[in-house]
Each structure stands twice: as structure tokens, then as C-alpha cells.
């Protein structure tokens, strides 16, 4: 599913809205959680699931073609824990 999936669906479900504010909502939405994201917030969606970021320290890594052992620096990483009713939906 792509962005413009999600504003077709948007668009569709709402109907009040040309497909231009339905982007513009969309897009607004994205920005958001972009924002707490990057301010080191959770973004917690009731019945999906739970946007964070975790810093992850340096390590050592190995080149698997080569073999040859590096550093891998010091970085954030997002991850996505999905609630129980998103998880029972997939497993039903």
C-alpha cells in the first residue's frame, strides 16, 4: 500500500472531501507522527499499534563477501510493536 492508497481510501470513506484535502489530511496525519517521531515521542495508534525510537550503540560487524570485521556507528532505529487487535485480525 502506497500514500496515494491511503489517500484514495481517505478520499473514499469520508466523502465530504475533494481528493486534494484528502492529500492534504494525509499528508498533515504523516507530518504529525513525523514530528513526535523525531522529538523522541511514541506515536500510539488505539487498535494498530505503537511507533518508537531506540537508539541502538555502536558495534562491531563483519562484511559477510569479504569477511572483513567494522565498526557499525552509533544509530536510531524506528520500530512498530502492533497491538493485540491488529495481531488477532492477521491471525484470524
Do not use: C, H
Not at 36 to 51: M, N, P, Q, R, W
Not at 55 to 77: D, F, H, M, Q, Y
Amino acid at each position: 500500500m502506497t500514500k496515494t492508497d491511503i489517500v484514495e481510501g481517505v478520499y473514499e470513506r469520508l466523502g465530504g472531501f475533494s481528493k486534494k484535502e484528502a492529500a492534504a489530511i494525509v499528508e498533515t496525519i504523516l507530518d504529525v507522527m513525523k514530528d513526535a517521531l523525531t522529538d523522541g515521542e511514541k506515536v500510539k495508534i488505539s487498535s494498530f499499534g505503537t511507533f518508537t525510537v531506540r537508539a541502538k550503540k555502536k558495534r562491531r560487524g563483519r562484511n559477510p563477501k569479504t569477511g572483513k570485521t567494522l565498526e557499525i556507528s552509533a544509530r536510531k532505529v524506528l520500530t512498530f510493536k502492533p497491538s493485540q487487535v491488529l495481531k488477532s485480525l492477521l491471525n484470524s
